[in-house]
């Protein structure tokens, strides 16, 4: 897949085929609303998704993780 092939899905349309893989074990952290903006501009809302391979509790503690490794740096 070329990455211009990426521009005919929607993000919404990216992310469900990426938590459908049974294979896939993580976390996507996402804008609500759909963003092709490069200036971030006011404040954003985001959604996480997971799929059944990690519960809301492993997902609380693995985002906990990243937090604090982004504030170390």
Not at 14 to 40: C, M, P, Y
Request: include cysteine; hydrophobic fraction near 40%; proline fraction near 3%.
């Amino acid at each position: 897949m070329h990455p211009s092939d990426l521009e005919l899905f929607t993000s919404q349309e990216l992310i469900a085929e990426l938590l459908g893989r049974e294979t896939f074990l993580g976390v996507v952290v996402h804008s609500q609303d759909e963003w092709k903006n490069q200036q971030w501009g006011e404040e954003r809302m985001f959604k996480v998704s997971f799929n059944d391979n990690l519960c809301a509790p492993k997902v609380a503690r693995l985002l906990d993780a990243v937090s604090e490794y982004i504030e170390l740096q």
